[in-house]
């Protein structure tokens, strides 16, 4: 299986970062706290060096805690500010902007020996999906940034003023042009940062199941009431998972359509569980 997707407008995406990034005080990248690797574009580093940068781990209420924590210890030995944060819920919205505040804090102290009392300008950048524009209304308080869960919703830049001395450019998710990790790409389509499109529903989900069989199989016992066999091939699992919760069609035909689209809501929405996809690396990794 090969998963890509580079849509067009993620080129203009990528030009539109390169010359924003000179109006900009502070990056604040979003990552999936479900795939915090995975969900990490590799080209940022290049295109943002030398400027300071927060790390926001979203979706935090869907992650294992635990892991989360591990995961904020990591980014932060790289030498990044890092927080947890869930937007859906409103949680960790002071610590956000406190965090964006201490890394601006040189420049900002700067200006002010000069009588100047600056604006700091922070960048929201991430993939698609990971909840920037849902980031950014927390922050607000009210909807001003177009907000969707499925990729692709913000196409254009937006500036977000919070309060008069701080301002949110809100930007379009960007993937990098080939993914080389298919597992990371798998990741990536399980949590949504890829259109169910790219592999089509109904075998996003047979993958999905067989990751479950292996890694948290009470995940599939608790929601979708069967005890999944480590023989049951994907095909298998959805199958059984269409019988047990009365997915069928006239003739007693498995809705297999209808089954992928609910397997992939249930665990794109946490009612599967916290369950966290990847572990930081070690050290010597």
């Given at each position: 299986?090969?998963?890509?997707?580079?849509?067009?407008?993620?080129?203009?995406?990528?030009?539109?970062?390169?010359?924003?990034?000179?109006?900009?005080?502070?990056?604040?990248?979003?990552?999936?706290?479900?795939?915090?690797?995975?969900?990490?574009?590799?080209?940022?580093?290049?295109?943002?060096?030398?400027?300071?940068?927060?790390?926001?781990?979203?979706?935090?209420?869907?992650?294992?805690?635990?892991?989360?924590?591990?995961?904020?210890?990591?980014?932060?030995?790289?030498?990044?500010?890092?927080?947890?944060?869930?937007?859906?819920?409103?949680?960790?919205?002071?610590?956000?902007?406190?965090?964006?505040?201490?890394?601006t804090k040189p420049a900002v102290d700067k200006m002010k020996s000069k009588g100047v009392h600056k604006t700091v300008r922070a960048m929201i950048v991430g993939i698609p999906?990971?909840?920037?524009?849902?980031?950014?209304?927390?922050?607000?308080?009210?909807?001003?940034?177009?907000?969707?869960?499925?990729?692709?919703?913000?196409?254009?830049?937006?500036?977000?003023?919070?309060?008069?001395?701080?301002?949110?450019?809100d930007t379009p998710g960007m993937l990098w042009p080939k993914i080389e990790d298919q597992t990371s790409g798998l990741y990536l389509a399980f949590i949504g940062s890829v259109r169910d499109e790219a592999i089509g529903a109904e075998a996003l989900s047979m993958h999905l199941l067989e990751?479950?069989?292996?890694?948290?199989?009470?995940?599939?016992?608790?929601?979708?009431?069967?005890?999944?066999?480590?023989?049951?091939?994907?095909?298998?699992?959805?199958?059984?998972?269409?019988?047990?919760?009365?997915?069928?069609?006239?003739?007693?035909?498995?809705?297999?359509?209808?089954?992928?689209?609910?397997?992939?809501?249930?665990?794109?929405?946490?009612?599967?569980?916290?369950?966290?996809?990847?572990?930081?690396?070690?050290?010597?990794?």
């Amino acid at each position: 299986m090969n998963i890509q997707w580079y849509p067009g407008h993620m080129a203009k995406a990528k030009r539109m970062l390169q010359e924003s990034v000179q109006l900009t005080d502070v990056i604040i990248e979003m990552v999936d706290a479900r795939a915090p690797l995975s969900t990490r574009n590799p080209d940022f580093d290049s295109l943002f060096a030398g400027k300071p940068r927060v790390i926001v781990l979203n979706k935090a209420d869907l992650a294992d805690p635990a892991l989360t924590k591990q995961w904020i210890s990591y980014y932060r030995s790289l030498g990044w500010d890092a927080i947890s944060f869930s937007a859906n819920a409103g949680k960790g919205v002071k610590e956000a902007v406190s965090l964006v505040e201490r890394a601006t804090k040189p420049a900002v102290d700067k200006m002010k020996s000069k009588g100047v009392h600056k604006t700091v300008r922070a960048m929201i950048v991430g993939i698609p999906n990971v909840g920037k524009s849902t980031f950014i209304n927390r922050l607000r308080g009210v909807t001003v940034a177009k907000a969707g869960d499925k990729p692709g919703v913000t196409r254009g830049k937006q500036w977000i003023i919070v309060n008069p001395y701080l301002e949110f450019l809100d930007t379009p998710g960007m993937l990098w042009p080939k993914i080389e990790d298919q597992t990371s790409g798998l990741y990536l389509a399980f949590i949504g940062s890829v259109r169910d499109e790219a592999i089509g529903a109904e075998a996003l989900s047979m993958h999905l199941l067989e990751y479950l069989r292996d890694n948290f199989p009470a995940a599939i016992e608790t929601r979708l009431k069967f005890t999944p066999e480590k023989e049951c091939s994907g095909e298998e699992l959805l199958n059984l998972a269409c019988r047990k919760r009365g997915w069928l069609l006239s003739g007693g035909r498995f809705d297999t359509e209808r089954g992928a689209a609910l397997v992939l809501d249930e665990f794109r929405s946490g009612k599967m569980g916290k369950i966290t996809l990847q572990r930081p690396p070690l050290p010597e990794e």
